[in-house]
């Protein structure tokens, strides 16, 4: 019943959902940095914001936009669903884990990109708020790609609200760095716990149809979309990067604030992309070529 309804919304309705969750999702994440840089010094603000710099770019280069074959293939072959999300949850623990053995075999790459040892101490519970975020992420795609966006909507705004409280508890609790990121590590493994709940009352027993010719398929369609964005969050990135082996933490922190804008392209692109890509898929394996 729930999938039917979904069905029989159109791709406004859908779209509307998504854009409401994101924007307030959004005013949520606004509200964070007003409480940090009161309960934190500017340094420690600017070492939380090089941290969760390095976090957000690694969960969107190492993924390589594989999770979003599942905007393509999941309206298209039911018949393959479980094998579906079972390839895109493999491949995400696997880049996930490398991000992990990266920062405890090589923490001194921190070092590296930031010109400070400051980070170097935290670079365990960064490689794993890196596999939690690119793990739990999926939650988002998995329902959108389901064709369920009231349910995404619902995931989006529990989420962005239940990180947003951890992070402020810790914040004011306790006014350390360390302690900022295993707030978010708590939150990573909640969402985790509810995408593996969401997967199992979905797609039934998904973890026991492992079927590499749909992973082949996949990898083909996904890889050079993946690729492609690659440079785009290079680009978007790379400033931050600079600043910070430059100037300090310090410094960039007042940049951080400083480089603040309203991503309203953003949030219209993430809600419009993936339900016109779904609907569009499932049109055309129904050869409905005109709607």
Avoid at 3 to 13: D, G, P
Avoid at 125 to 134: A, N, P, T
Avoid at 201 to 229: H, I, N
Avoid at 262 to 289: D, H
Wanted: hydrophobic share 55%; aromatic share 14%; glycine share 8%.
């Amino acid at each position: 019943m729930n999938n039917e309804l979904t069905k029989s919304s159109s791709l406004t309705a859908r779209t509307s959902w998504l854009i409401f969750a994101k924007t307030l999702a959004f005013a949520f994440g606004f509200a964070l940095p007003l409480l940090l840089v009161r309960r934190l010094n500017q340094t420690d603000f600017g070492l939380y914001k090089q941290a969760f710099l390095v976090v957000g770019t690694a969960s969107g280069i190492l993924p390589l936009g594989f999770a979003t074959s599942a905007f393509y293939f999941l309206p298209r072959e039911r018949e393959k669903r479980g094998a579906i999300v079972l390839n895109i949850v493999l491949f995400n623990a696997v880049v996930g884990g490398l991000g992990v053995l990266i920062l405890l075999l090589a923490p001194q790459s921190l070092r590296v990109i930031f010109n400070s040892d400051a980070l170097v101490p935290y670079a365990p519970v960064i490689g794993l708020l890196i596999l939690l975020g690119i793990l739990s992420y999926f939650l988002e795609i998995a329902a959108i790609a389901n064709q369920e966006a009231r349910l995404a909507t619902i995931f989006i705004i529990v989420a962005q609200f239940v990180k947003i409280t951890l992070l402020i508890a810790a914040a004011i609790v306790f006014a350390s760095l360390g302690m900022l990121l295993w707030a978010a590590i708590v939150h990573g493994i909640v969402q985790t716990a509810v995408l593996i709940f969401y997967l199992r009352s979905r797609f039934g027993g998904f973890w026991r149809e492992f079927d590499p010719s749909v992973m082949r398929r996949q990898l083909s369609y996904g890889l050079p979309l993946g690729f492609a964005g690659l440079l785009y969050i290079v680009l978007t990135d790379l400033h931050n990067y600079f600043v910070s082996y430059r100037f300090g933490p310090s410094a960039f922190a007042v940049y951080a604030i400083g480089c603040f804008s309203f991503p309203l392209v953003g949030i219209i692109g993430e809600s419009v992309g993936p339900v016109v890509i779904a609907r569009v898929s499932e049109l055309q394996k129904q050869g409905k070529q005109r709607e």
